[in-house]
């Protein structure tokens, strides 16, 4: 490479990198131009110096602002590690998929790595959620077959286009892209399929033994995903290999996000718990709301939003299983800012294998609206969270809640 070639070429990375946003596993945010990207590690230049961060420690790293979407028409193609991309072009070729990006990158994977194909109609959000449901549906069902789907169009011009599919066994794929040999269910002939005529395909894929654990999510401006088992920074461009083997070089420019947060941290939202006891339940439809405040609106204590937490009306019990995986419980507790009720208090209990180790009365009287909690939680098996009324277990007593903001466990 010439001289002024790689000049032009480092000034690219650092443009597309500089600005960027490191969060670790503790919280820290740290800002600077990124350096350099293995799987190891990350080390960002802050100007003053330059820090490098164990990518065990690292949750995200926000490289340009997470983009609105693509626009249409454009075709999903999923692969078998869940990684997604919006592609201008498709082309089935014998054993192989070849994809142009809607960034302009090519890709190549082998069509046994491929989940799913969308045609052209990814764009249309009616159509893309029906797609979904599609997929899940044969995943939940365990279909043992592929499916192939076509467009039909309604009884009149006023009737939304009919979606069908017919199972059978992809045999083979003209090595032009122009066709393929389907078998149908309960049938031995072949037929020949025009694949410019498919709305999409869905392979029948067993489990893939061979899925090496990822190691981050990248996200893009086009909104692609991308499951690593690996990262590394060379020069101007990312070089991944997905879990499922494919492996894909991404410019840095136009990666938005890397996010190695998987398996380090969980919110309880997300889980089920080991026990959930609710005396009322019955009466009131539920003790406890996931994400949301006891009104289904967002949860809101001190002025400040929570996108992530439960809300618990008094009593309610709920025990976690944390097998000895987590170092940190952290969350917010406080009465929420929008729901309204008596002045009396709640009182939060937790316990860690079934040990008390914080207890607070909290009410919408008090000065402070806002309690932090953090417990250190490193090889507990067990976390119970008890909200009641200080009176009586089993008194309800009209406002008597409490959120339990951005309740998370770390690693």
């Not at 293995?38 to 100007?47: A, N, Q």
């Not at 002939?189 to 893939?208: K, P, Q, S, T, Y």
Request: glycine share 8%.
């Amino acid at each position: 490479m010439s001289g002024l070639r790689l000049l032009l070429a480092l000034m690219v990375c650092a443009a597309t990198a500089a600005g960027a946003e490191l969060r670790t596993l503790k919280g820290d945010a740290i800002t600077g131009t990124v350096v350099s990207v293995t799987p190891k590690e990350i080390v960002i230049d802050k100007g003053s110096e330059k820090v490098t961060v164990p990518v065990e420690q690292v949750m995200q790293l926000d490289l340009a602002p997470l983009g609105k979407g693509p626009p249409g028409p454009y075709s999903d193609v999923e692969l078998n590690d869940g990684s997604l991309f919006h592609c201008k072009q498709v082309a089935l070729k014998g054993t192989n998929l070849e994809l142009e990006l809607l960034g302009g990158q090519p890709l190549k994977c082998p069509l046994d790595k491929v989940a799913n194909i969308l045609f052209n109609k990814a764009h249309d959000e009616r159509l893309r959620q029906e797609w979904s449901d599609r997929v899940k549906e044969r995943l939940e069902k365990l279909k043992r077959t592929d499916q192939l789907v076509r467009e039909r169009p309604g009884a009149d011009k006023n009737d939304k286009t009919i979606i069908t599919g017919v199972d059978g066994t992809i045999n083979k794929v003209d090595a032009e892209g122009k066709s393929l040999r389907f078998i149908l269910d309960g049938e031995t002939e072949e037929r020949e399929v025009n694949i410019a005529n498919l709305h999409g395909i869905i392979f029948a894929r067993e489990a893939d033994a061979g899925l090496k654990p990822i190691a981050c999510k990248l996200n893009d401006s086009n909104k692609n995903t991308i499951m690593a088992a690996s990262v590394e920074m060379d020069g101007g461009k990312l070089k991944m290999t997905t879990a499922c083997g494919v492996a894909v070089d991404y410019p840095v420019e136009a990666v938005t996000r890397l996010d190695y947060s998987r398996g380090k941290l969980v919110y309880l939202s997300d889980l089920t718990p080991l026990r959930q006891v609710e005396p009322l339940a019955e009466e009131r439809l539920g003790n406890t709301f996931k994400d949301t405040n006891i009104n289904n609106q967002p949860m809101r204590i001190n002025g400040v939003v929570y996108a992530k937490g439960l809300a618990a009306l008094a009593p309610t019990e709920l025990v976690y299983d944390l097998n000895g995986e987590y170092r940190e419980f952290r969350a917010v507790l406080g009465v929420d800012d929008q729901v309204q009720g008596t002045d009396g208090a709640v009182q939060c209990y937790v316990y860690l294998d079934d040990k008390e180790v914080f207890k607070q009365d909290i009410s919408r009287k008090d000065k402070k609206r806002d309690t932090v909690l953090a417990l250190n939680v490193k090889d507990r098996r067990k976390l119970k969270i008890v909200i009641k009324a200080p009176d009586d277990d089993f008194t309800f007593g009209v406002g008597r809640h409490l959120d339990i903001a951005d309740a998370k466990v770390s690693k």
